[in-house]
């Protein structure tokens, strides 16, 4: 049997990470190929991939984590830095639309009036829809934190509950979303009031799935024990994410929804 | 408080000359008089090189004081419209005046008086000259 004289791991051979450069080309110029030639096979193709390599790159993680026992406390330091150098990363990616709406509206041009919100735009009531939208996602901090404390307390059932609520609370919010886009009195078309509210809350919904998918993972793997009560790194990086997607909408219903109508 | 309450009633009776009281009255500091605060506005759209951001955010932020600019703030902020090529801005300031001015009418033929050499100088139309006064 082969040792190691180190607590790191040596990651052995993988092909996820060339079929995802793969899945990103193809995906990329299948783009370029829908805008030209009107065929939407090439980023479809792409996408496939994708999801495949993300299943099996982080169904490996898995393997080699909780079955086979490389994430020794070196080695989980390691990933701890890298969610949260991501999360840092997805930071300054919002920050280029807050920037760009406030860009907008603190400086409004002619054409729109020379106003804020511009002319004929009527804005989403900040204390209807959104007011409650933002009560799901505090709430859902809380029940993540709940779940947090219960896999430390080695409390089963709660942590099972309790995730699973926030992953409901979750689906709620983008359910609600999801109502409010489709009854909006303006669209994306409508100048750079449309463009920064739905690429800015567009981007955030998204991320919103991503983080419930994230935590979806964290139930399935909790009803499998994976999780002990003082190693459960996956489900620390779900929750890190789910905050900052709280927060997120927090600065999005401050900037945009209430000071911004 | 009370000097508030003088200048809006001065401000009802007479052919406006004073803005009312613009600076908030702090507990402690110093607060900023009339005059420094027309001096600030006048400083701040006179900069040689001013931006297109710069001049609009400039007007939003002055319109959305519970005041009317005197004229000379509005000089200034039209002769950088003209040093920015930006007609509109300069006709739109003329019509945030008009609204800003409320239920007060005298106030902004007034200014369009006070502002008329300009308005010549620069070849700035008014919207009654344009007929886009009225919806």
Redesign the interface.
């Known amino acids: 049997m082969t040792h190691q004289a180190h607590a790191y791991h040596m990651v052995d051979p993988s092909p996820w990470p060339l079929t995802g450069a793969v899945a990103a080309l193809l995906m990329t110029s299948g783009l370029a190929v829908w805008f030209h030639f009107h065929s939407t096979t090439l980023m479809a193709l792409g996408t496939v991939l994708l999801l495949l390599t993300m299943y099996q790159w982080w169904r490996d993680i898995i393997r080699e984590g909780t079955f086979q026992g490389h994430h020794t406390p070196p080695v989980q330091k390691g990933l701890r830095y890298g969610m949260i150098l991501f999360i840092t990363s997805e930071v300054f990616f919002f920050l280029g639309f807050f920037w760009a709406f406030y ?1 907008a509206s ?6 729109l ?4 919100p511009p002319t004929g735009i009527t804005t989403l009531d900040p204390f209807e829809v959104p007011l409650l939208n933002t009560a799901v996602l505090l709430a859902s901090g809380v029940t993540v934190t709940w779940a947090h404390h219960s896999i430390m307390e080695g409390e089963r059932k709660q942590a099972i509950h309790s995730l699973t609520l926030t992953i409901l609370l979750g689906f709620y919010f983008t359910f609600l979303q999801g109502l409010e886009y489709y009854d909006a009195p303006f669209t994306i078309a409508d100048g750079v009031y449309g463009s920064t509210f739905f690429v800015a809350t567009g981007f955030h919904g998204l991320h919103v799935i991503i983080g419930s998918t994230f935590l979806a993972v964290c139930l399935l793997r909790q009803i499998r024990y994976h999780f002990t009560s003082e190693h459960h790194f996956g489900f620390e990086a779900a929750a890190w994410y789910w905050h900052f997607v709280d927060v997120v909408w927090l600065f999005l219903y401050i900037s945009i929804y209430w000071w911004g109508s | 408080l009370l000097i508030a309450v003088f200048h809006y009633y001065a401000n009802c009776q007479q052919i406006m000359t004073r803005t009312p009281l613009a600076s908030r009255s702090f507990s402690h500091g110093k607060v900023e008089t009339d005059e420094e605060f027309d001096a600030r506005w006048v400083t701040y759209f006179s900069k040689p090189d001013i931006d297109a951001w710069e001049l609009k955010k400039g007007m939003n932020t002055l319109i959305g004081y519970d005041l009317v600019p005197e004229a000379k703030i509005l000089d200034s902020a039209l002769r950088a419209c003209r040093r920015l090529d930006d007609l509109a801005s300069a006709i739109r300031i003329l019509e945030a005046v008009k609204d800003k001015s409320g239920p007060h009418k005298d106030i902004y033929p007034y200014l369009i008086q006070e502002l008329g050499p300009t308005l010549a100088e620069l070849g700035i139309s008014t919207p009654e000259q344009l007929g886009i006064d009225k919806l």
């Open positions: 860009h603190l400086a409004p041009t002619p054409e009036g020379g106003c804020w």
